[in-house]
C-alpha cells in the first residue's frame, strides 16, 4: 500500500505499524505471558486506529472502478492468451465471450 496510488502513504504505514503490533503481541503472549496487558494495549490502539482509518477511506472516498475493470480486463485478456497455448480458439473465443456478456 505504500507504493500504491490509490491509498495515501501515511494509511500503508500506519498498516504496517498495526501488522508489527499484531506480531509484537503474539511473540510476547508466547515468550512473556505476564506482560501481555501492555502489549495488547498497543496493539489495540495500533491496529484500531490503522484499521478504521482504513475503512473510512474506503467508504468515503474509495477506489475509481474505471482502474478495478482496467486492471480485470487486462487480466482476463492475459490469462486467455495463456489459455490460448492450451485449448483451441474456439475454447478460448467461448469463454471471452462468457466473461464479457456478463
Known amino acids: ?31 512473556l505471558p505476564n506482560y501481555t496487558e501492555i502489549t495488547s494495549w498497543f496493539v489495540i490502539i495500533s491496529a484500531v486506529i490503522a484499521e478504521f482509518l482504513l475503512c473510512f477511506w474506503l467508504l468515503f472516498k474509495g477506489i475509481k472502478l474505471k482502474k478495478i475493470f482496467r486492471f480485470s480486463n487486462g487480466l482476463v485478456n492475459n490469462t486467455l492468451k495463456i489459455l490460448s497455448f492450451f485449448l483451441d480458439t474456439d475454447t478460448v473465443i467461448n469463454l471471452y465471450n462468457s466473461y464479457t456478456h456478463k
Not at 501488522?19 to 515468550?31: H, P, Q, R, V
Open 1 to 31: 500500500m505504500i507504493k500504491s496510488d490509490d491509498f495515501p502513504r501515511f494509511l500503508g504505514l500506519l498498516l504496517i505499524l498495526a501488522g508489527g503490533g499484531y506480531l509484537m503481541d503474539s511473540i510476547a503472549n508466547f515468550l
